[in-house]
């Protein structure tokens, strides 16, 4: 079943992990969908809900799992996108690999334009993953942009020939809720202005008997300069059990927000906050977004790679207990006037690179096209 609009533009498909109520791809796809109906392309997506993401965006959408809905949408389509998000990776499974490399494989063999879009590459860790990584992009994508160097950088060790435009997250381009007047979210949740310290972890192996230490740190550091922490959900379903038991390790009054949001809800929650510590890469981003100082715990190379690239704090995940914690948060609150501003300064070049991959898909379809978005 799909979902239709009425256009007679060209058609952009879009495939990622769209639909699982993941705040960070459901941010990329809102961004990528805005980007597109800019200039005047239609965009399409395979969706895990396609009925609720149809009814989201005001979009096209197909099933992602029957083959018969997936070559529907491709069929329809002038060009087919991988991604964007961490797409290319085989430490979820090798299948999951093998279904989003499919995707373009399908679409090539269809006559479709194809591209790699705005992905964060790896873990590939197999030798079929990697094997399999190294036809898919050489024989059929004809375009590819990833968000970060060491993503083009894993590419080029694995022998991919095509060139590697290295961009940044799509999600960059969405608006933060700071400047507006009314904030409903936060509202809703009784979040005050400032004096806030965002918590984001994620269900992640070996996380649970570190929820006593975790919630230890955060305790006495928001004692001690005065903070309330508020703990975020990105994926509730997969999240809350984990935001819930820390909850409970906190002897501070705290607020556990374990509702599934939009983007832009928890955008207008993140912008009340002083400081943010997270493990989920988009908390990051949004952090950056909102121009909010963050600290990365780093369970994937993704989270420490963006934390480096802007000059921020971060500890590796095998390290966090509660000395480390701590001491991430304070090194970030003592910093984060500078680190403020440093992100003040980045945020419109990261704009920019994000931008970026929406020219790049247009240009594909339309050499001849050199305007921007």
């Not at 990622?16 to 200039?39: H, M, P, R, W």
């Not at 396609?50 to 069929?75: D, M, V």
């Not at 989920?280 to 420490?304: E, M, N, T, W």
């Amino acid at each position: 079943m799909f979902y239709k609009t009425s256009s007679s533009s060209k058609r952009v498909l879009l495939s990622g992990y769209y639909g699982f109520g993941n705040t960070g791809d459901e941010a990329i796809l809102q961004a990528a969908v805005e980007g597109f109906k800019k200039s005047g392309l239609i965009p399409v997506v395979l969706t895990h809900t396609p009925e609720k993401t149809a009814s989201w965006l005001n979009i096209e959408t197909y099933g992602r799992r029957e083959t018969k809905t997936i070559l529907n949408g491709i069929r329809k389509s002038d060009l087919v996108l991988s991604g964007g998000g961490g797409l290319l990776q085989d430490v979820t499974s090798l299948r999951s690999l093998i279904y989003y490399l499919r995707i373009p494989i399908i679409a090539k063999c269809l006559g479709k334009k194809t591209m790699v879009f705005a992905q964060g590459i790896g873990p590939i860790q197999t030798k079929k993953g990697k094997l399999y990584t190294k036809l898919a992009l050489n024989y059929f994508v004809d375009k590819i942009t990833v968000r970060d160097e060491e993503s083009k950088k894993l590419l080029l060790d694995l022998g991919v020939k095509k060139q590697v435009a290295v961009t940044a997250d799509m999600a960059l381009l969405l608006e933060c809720a700071a400047d507006k007047e009314s904030n409903f979210a936060a509202e809703k949740y009784g979040i005050p202005k400032g004096n806030c310290c965002g918590v984001v972890l994620r269900n992640w192996n070996g996380i649970e008997p570190l929820i006593p230490l975790i919630g230890k740190a955060i305790s006495e550091f928001s004692r001690k300069v005065s903070l309330t922490p508020v703990l975020l959900s990105f994926q509730p379903e997969m999240d809350n059990v984990i935001t819930l038991a820390l909850q409970k390790k906190i002897s501070v009054p705290s607020i556990a927000i374990t509702d599934p949001l939009l983007p832009k809800e928890f955008l207008e929650i993140i912008s009340n906050f002083e400081i943010l510590i997270g493990m989920r890469y988009h908390s990051l981003i949004f952090s950056s977004i909102c121009q909010v100082p963050f600290g990365g715990i780093a369970y994937d190379p993704k989270v420490k790679q963006l934390a480096v690239s802007l000059g921020f704090p971060w500890i590796p995940y095998e390290e966090l207990n509660r000395e480390s914690l701590f001491g991430l948060l304070s090194e970030l609150w003592k910093n984060r006037a500078a680190l403020k501003k440093s992100l003040s300064e980045k945020l419109p070049l990261l704009r920019n690179k994000s931008e970026k991959n929406l020219i790049e898909a247009a240009n594909l379809m339309n050499p001849a096209r050199t305007s921007r978005f």
